[in-house]
């Protein structure tokens, strides 16, 4: 029988039910794409977190008295601009068929989206990085979960299993016992904390299904979806950032600092790029493939930076790495070939 994850048009990944081609070259090419999927999101992500940091973290003016970049939304901005000219352009070009997808899936798929972003990064307020990040961690359960009850998707059980090994690796790999305890005095604001960072994965997980609806039963091509989904995203962000008075501000940070513009645009190329593989990732292999792809991709930037400076990891970091690869190992083996039988 046919996947359901599957999109009847996707021939040229080697994985549609519709061309006469010989199935272990349809996997292999399957693979070859999902490979170049990941190493295209690690890739542009990894610089895009280093311009993001050095543009919020860095101190401007005066050495005695510096000033930080605070402009939420004009951050959020940027790349959202740059992600939407970049699909618009690649479908000029290329012209692909009409987007039947209706605006209002695009509209609310663009809110959850921005939302667990919101979510994730106020939840800092209020708990400890490292509980912030373990929470991210866990995303691709949500949407798994949500997947299911919301939209109807059904995984074979080695799924579920890889899926739990990755996100308990990524988190016991990456939690900081020492750092947690930076916010052990705040005690009485824990709750909105973890209630915002729940709220993110609900989001995350909503973000999915919408993502899923889109797929199975409009099949955009992924840079329709890109501009869509970034079209309604700068209509968002625009009316915050006019209504909070954050863009007056943000204009007068820019003028007194004109080489932040660069670095603004080096953030907005690489947010574009790496857009670009993450919703090829999502029209071609689902949103849960694409979660799973993002929450591994921090992992191995970590694990890359700890045996290039030849740190030595825990032994607790050590089971996180032969959790994560097992969970990893175990999907590509037998999960397609299990899902197929569906």
């Not at 209630?195 to 955009?220: H, I, N, W």
Request: with cysteine; hydrophobic share 45%; net charge positive.
């Amino acid at each position: 029988m046919q996947n359901s994850s599957i999109p009847k048009k996707d021939v040229e990944s080697g994985m549609g039910s519709t061309a006469k081609e010989d199935p272990n070259q349809q996997k292999e090419t399957s693979y070859a794409k999902l490979l170049y999927c990941f190493f295209g999101i690690f890739t542009c992500y990894l610089f895009f977190g280093i311009l993001q940091e050095k543009i919020t973290r860095s101190n401007y003016g005066d050495e005695e008295n510096p000033e930080r970049f605070s402009f939420f939304y004009c951050l959020v901005l940027a790349p959202c601009l740059f992600n939407a000219v970049f699909a618009r352009g690649v479908l000029t070009f290329t012209k692909p068929e009409p987007d039947k997808t209706p605006n209002y899936l695009y509209a609310v798929c663009a809110i959850t989206y921005l939302g667990a972003m919101v979510a994730s990064n106020a939840a800092l307020k209020y708990v400890s990085y490292p509980f912030q990040v373990l929470g991210k961690a866990c995303k691709p359960i949500p949407v798994m979960i949500l997947g299911v009850i919301l939209a109807r998707k059904v995984y074979p059980a080695m799924k579920y299993l890889s899926v739990m090994l990755i996100v308990f690796g990524v988190a016991i790999f990456m939690y900081n016992k020492e750092k947690s305890k930076a916010k052990e005095g705040d005690d009485h604001l824990m709750g909105i904390g973890e209630m915002l960072v729940c709220l993110s994965l609900a989001l995350d997980g909503m973000t999915g299904v919408f993502q899923e609806k889109m797929r199975s039963e409009y099949q955009p091509n992924p840079h329709q979806m890109m501009s869509s989904v970034n079209s309604f995203s700068i209509l968002y962000l625009s009316a915050m950032a006019l209504v909070t008075g954050e863009v007056f501000g943000f204009i007068s940070f820019v003028t007194r600092y004109p080489y932040l513009i660069w670095n603004l645009l080096l953030f907005g190329i690489t947010s574009a790029l790496g857009q670009n593989f993450i919703f090829t990732t999502v029209t071609s292999f689902g949103p849960l493939t694409c979660s799973i792809m993002t929450t591994t991709r921090k992992f191995f930037t970590i694990l890359g930076s700890v045996i290039i400076f030849a740190n030595p990891l825990s032994q607790r970091q050590w089971l996180g790495v032969v959790l994560v690869f097992a969970g990893l190992i175990m999907d590509g083996l037998y999960g397609k070939s299990k899902s197929k039988a569906k």
